[in-house]
């Protein structure tokens, strides 16, 4: 088979129990070994703590995997070891035989189909700023996969402004949790006024579920900032992100190579306190994201 659940999630999902979808490519292109296990721990410790369980996913051996072992884990964390997936190269990656750390656009497209409702991951992709702006397949994937995401809003290496736009184009709506403006990854916000808040666990599920309930067919993306303790400030954040992109454009880095590229350069422009604050808000969105499906299968069931 080329879809496969592990039992733990295959068993939670089947009870109703709270499940929270991850990517891989966090492991595999987002950060450096051995960090990237360090955020396994966090991430997992996280969720396994506010009583759900984890669903990493990623492309091992022919089959999408949905719920992956520790030392599947470590394949993903060692260096060049897995190839970065969206969702159109899915049916490819697993054909080749090759190790697939999925994006946000295949991890919530195989969440999806797992019945899991709850993802999470650090941020979104979005609109990179440039005469001709390149859209992340994040983006289209949420138009069409209704599950719930939290997210520390979009990378700090797109256009806020453009991907808001894009989003509501696309349909997809975004819920700041404690704030009215839209986080910006490692800054906790930039001045994009959302239209929608909530404040707890309960009322992000009791908006999921009417979510669910009217039948939308895009995302609801739940917008966490980054903790006042680890965020960056945003002018000094747009500077290094700048820096970082003449070193992108000098060194002829396109494609799926950008975002990983542009995150290391960020981290050596920023002494290694963008990289500190990126393991910060991933383990805050696992814990948020596990108490979200926890209000969630509360709700449903009853309790």
Known sequence: MTFLLSDEVAMAVASGHAVVGLETSVIGQGLPHPRNLECVERMETAIRGAGA?????????????????????????????????????????????????????????????????????????????????????????????????IASGPKSI?????????????GVALVGYGVDRLPFFLAREVPVELEHRVDTPEGAAAIARAHRALGAQAALVLCNPIAPEHALDPDALMAATARAETRMEEEGVAGKAVTPFLLRALADETGGRSLEANLALLEDNARLAAEVALAISAATSGR
Not at 121 to 131: D, E
Not at 158 to 170: H, I, N, Q, S
């Open 53 to 149: 369980t984890p669903g990493w996913i990623g492309v091992v051996d022919g089959a999408v995997r949905v719920g992956l072992e520790r030392a599947e884990l470590e394949r993903f964390a060692e260096p060049d070891a897995a190839v970065k997936v969206t969702r159109r190269d899915v049916p490819a990656t697993v054909v080749s035989g090759s190790l697939g750390a999925t994006t946000v656009s295949a991890t919530i497209w195989a969440a999806h189909r797992a019945g899991i409702v709850v993802a999470a991951t650090g941020g979104i992709g979005g609109v990179h700023p440039g005469p001709r702006p390149d859209v992340s397949a994040d983006l289209v994937e949420l138009s069409r996969t209704p599950i719930v995401l």
């Open 158 to 170: 797109v256009d806020p402004a453009a991907t808001a736009e894009k989003l509501e184009e696309l």
